[in-house]
Each structure stands twice: as structure tokens, then as C-alpha cells.
């Protein structure tokens, strides 16, 4: 398969991919038209040259399933960004300023634990890593995490208690 030939393939079967596209991409997604009809026209270069068109079926036929399928993968990867996006500023917000109700009771679990496991969860919950706390509490990196299960094991059992007696 030459140049010339697959621009006429182009050319003769733009408008098969475009509607299906517009047809199977969702509308808030259609920014990426050119993406997926690029994406879709490079795996039909790759499948022609490797000879994956099976002549049973007429190439736009073909063309259309692989836009099909790319504007169905356009989709589930546009929607896993914003849902990235979504839980990264939902992140932002809650680690805001203002302290939340969850984060006070969650301070006061943390400071009625035993100094080493309250001195090491309350520099994980500054933000500092493991390797860091452990070198500021001159402990080894082990003894952090070991130390930060055990201390979350101890605030899960203390409220699961005090469900209990609600």
C-alpha cells in the first residue's frame, strides 16, 4: 500500500468515518473528533499494510467499525480524565484551609495515641513520606509503617467502640 493509494481510501471513505464518529463519540467529547478519526485511519494504514483487511467486507464498512471502536476508547479514556480530574479537585478542595468536622475528630483520635504512633501518623498527615519520617524519628522506614498501620488499626478500633455504644 503506497501513499497515493491510501489518500484516495481517505478521500473516498471520510465521510463513512466522520458519521460514525459523531454517531458513537459522546457529544461533550467532541473536541477530539480529529483524534479519533486520526487514530482510526493509522490503524487502518497499520491493518492494510499488514494485510488484516479481509476482502469479504467493503473497506468503509471496515473504516467504520474501526471509528466506531476508537470513538467507544476516545470515550472511556476522556471519562476516566475527568473523573481524574474530578477526584483531584474534590482532593483540593477538602484540603483547604478550613478544617471539616471529620478532620477535627480525626486530629483528636490521633493525639489521644500512644507518642509513637500519634508522632509518626501526625507527620503523615502533614504530608511528609515515609523515608522522611523516618529519618527525622531517627527510626527505619519499617518501623514508620509498621507504626502508621498499627496507630490506624488502633483510631479504626477505637471508633468502631464507640459505634457500639451509640
Not at 10 to 19: F, G, H, N
Not at 32 to 59: C, M, N, P
Not at 80 to 89: G, P, S
Request: net charge positive.
Amino acid at each position: 500500500m503506497n501513499e497515493r493509494e491510501f489518500s484516495i481510501i481517505v478521500k473516498e471513505t471520510k465521510a463513512v468515518v466522520l458519521s460514525a464518529i459523531e454517531k458513537h463519540l459522546a457529544e461533550r467529547f467532541y473536541h477530539a473528533i480529529d483524534d479519533v478519526a486520526q487514530e482510526t485511519y493509522l490503524r487502518a494504514y497499520r491493518g492494510l499494510s499488514k494485510g488484516s483487511f479481509r476482502a469479504g467486507s467493503s473497506i468503509s464498512t471496515w473504516l467504520y467499525s474501526i471509528a466506531r471502536n476508537e470513538s467507544l476508547r476516545m470515550n472511556s479514556r476522556l471519562m476516566r480524565e475527568e473523573e481524574k480530574a474530578r477526584r483531584k479537585a474534590s482532593h483540593e478542595e477538602s484540603s483547604g484551609t478550613a478544617e471539616e468536622p471529620d478532620t477535627s475528630v480525626l486530629r483528636e483520635s490521633i493525639a489521644s495515641l500512644p507518642a509513637a504512633y500519634r508522632s509518626v501518623l501526625e507527620l503523615l498527615a502533614e504530608g511528609m513520606k515515609i523515608k522522611d519520617i523516618a529519618g527525622r524519628l531517627g527510626i527505619k522506614p519499617g518501623t514508620v509503617k509498621s507504626r502508621a498501620s498499627r496507630g490506624k488499626q488502633m483510631i479504626q478500633e477505637g471508633k468502631d467502640n464507640n459505634d457500639e455504644r451509640d
